[in-house]
């Protein structure tokens, strides 16, 4: 019971994920000089996870997001900036 909901649990991670790389990158503003990162307020589920990076300016972003390459496909990193 425990292997079928992880493998659930997993497949739908890979599913935001895919959603969220397709979505975000277009409209979010990046960091210079990096094409995979953006500025933006990161929003996590109720695991803690991110999801999603709300588009806005550097003056007013909390976060750089990342997306990175994982063995379960495309996943989100949110690091808090500093100053």
Do not use: N
Request: glycine share 6%.
């Amino acid at each position: 019971m425990k292997i079928r909901i992880a493998s659930l649990a997993a497949g739908v991670a890979l599913t935001v994920s895919a959603v969220v790389a397709a979505a975000a990158p277009a409209s979010a503003d990046p960091v210079p000089g990096s094409s995979t990162q953006f500025y933006a307020y990161c929003s996590v589920d109720l695991l803690g996870v991110p999801i999603a990076c709300a588009e806005t300016d550097k003056a007013h972003s909390s976060h750089i997001c990342q997306y990175l390459a994982t063995p379960l496909g495309l996943g989100l990193d949110c690091i808090q900036r500093s100053a």
